[in-house]
């Protein structure tokens, strides 16, 4: 009877011989194969439900903390992105094609409600209004000073004004401060009428031809610089305290009703759309051939099981394995069969042998010779 040990380690022999140099890819893909044969059978929802798809979601984007070592992996790897950028000599047209461009410019131009929405929202804030002031008071009182009508007119009258202007401030210093605080009161008075006017003129100047002007103005300029000119704009610590204010963010809005109503959505659609097809079908519509996740996968793992199987790890687990199911069957096998010496068969008793049938004596013929048997009567 072979013994525990001997199975175990031929058992073993046999699971590594599939894994060895020559056998080791073509053992990988024959195992993906047959489950990307059965998983492609299936539909998406056998796979998964939207419900658990929802559930994956909230417990790795919701729930799960962002660790110290993890915001710090985060923050080394845009720190050497950034530092990356900046050695790259490559412009932004050769990045992105000139038709690219064009393709984002017409989807602009498509947008018009939010054209008018920008332009309002720009024209309606502080900083506008107080630039629209700073031109109007610079542009007005140079032109009172300096290039008004009689200035140019009148031979002599610009000398004159010039030095009534210096006079006026040698003599009355607190003259022109006191000119300076009406036009700025007129001014203030009226920018919001100037700013509506603006926002219709804009309106009015932002057409598709002087938009297409604007952009091709853009790609002139900014577009012939390299990647490390563009991102050379914005310096170390900016980056840092952009990253910063990303994550805090993300952090709150995961939190949020509006993160769990949108994903749910999100989830929803895609299982009304594909969740009745095979995985097959579905990346399909995605792109991916199921014979192209089988090469990619197979690519991907067999690397690692030579690794496994150098650092001794396949074989612990191939041993671990099959260890314990030999142990529960010898172990069974012991408990219900015991060896037992047989008693030797015993001989059936011999039956006294028969004596032979005695057949009668023939009487004899008269002269001492014996009569012929006769034949036996047939039954009629």
């Known amino acids: 009877m072979i ?158 004004l010039r030095l009534g202007q210096s006079a006026m401030s040698s003599s009355a210093p607190g003259l022109e401060k006191g000119i300076d605080k009406q036009l700025l009161a007129f001014i203030n008075a009226n920018i919001q009428e100037t700013t509506r006017e603006s926002y219709h003129y804009l309106q009015d100047v932002l057409d598709d031809a002087n938009v297409w002007k604007a952009a091709d103005e853009v790609w002139a300029t900014r577009f012939g610089e390299t990647v490390a000119d563009n991102v050379g704009l914005l310096d170390g610590d900016s980056l840092d305290e952009l990253v910063v204010a990303g994550r805090n963010v993300w952090l709150h809005l995961r939190q949020t009703p509006f993160f769990h109503r949108m994903t749910a959505v999100v989830v929803a659609d895609f299982f009304a759309r594909h969740g009745t097809q095979t995985v097959t079908a579905t990346l399909a519509d995605l792109g991916l051939r199921m014979d192209g996740v089988v090469a990619e996968v197979t690519a991907a793992v067999t690397p690692l099981l030579v690794q496994a199987r150098e650092d001794g790890f396949l074989e612990k687990h191939i041993r671990g394995r099959l260890d314990a199911f030999y142990s529960a069957y010898f172990a069974d096998s012991g408990a219900q069969t015991t060896t037992r010496k047989r008693a030797p068969a015993k001989a059936p008793a011999r039956r006294p042998a028969r004596a032979p049938a005695r057949t009668p004596a023939r009487p004899k013929r008269a002269g001492g010779s014996t009569p012929p048997e006769q034949p036996p009567e047939r039954a009629s």
């Open 3 to 160: 013994d525990k040990t001997t199975l175990l380690e031929a058992h073993v022999r046999f699971e590594l011989n599939r894994w060895d140099d020559r056998g080791l890819a073509k053992a990988v893909e024959s195992e993906v194969a047959a489950l990307a044969a059965w998983l492609g059978s299936l539909t998406l929802v056998q796979v998964a439900t939207p419900q658990q798809v929802s559930d994956w979601i909230q417990r790795y984007a919701v729930e799960m903390p962002l660790t110290d070592e993890l915001v710090q992996i985060i923050d080394d790897g845009v720190r050497g992105v950034y530092a990356a950028l900046l050695q790259e000599e490559i412009s932004l047209r050769e990045l992105v094609p000139r038709t690219n461009y064009a393709q984002f410019i017409e989807a602009v131009l498509r947008m018009p409600d939010v054209r008018q929405t920008i332009t309002a929202q720009v024209t309606s804030s502080s900083i506008y209004s107080g630039l629209v002031s700073h031109l109007l008071y610079r542009g007005i009182k140079s032109f009172v000073l300096k290039e008004n009508v009689l200035a140019r007119r009148v031979p002599g009258a610009s000398s004159l």
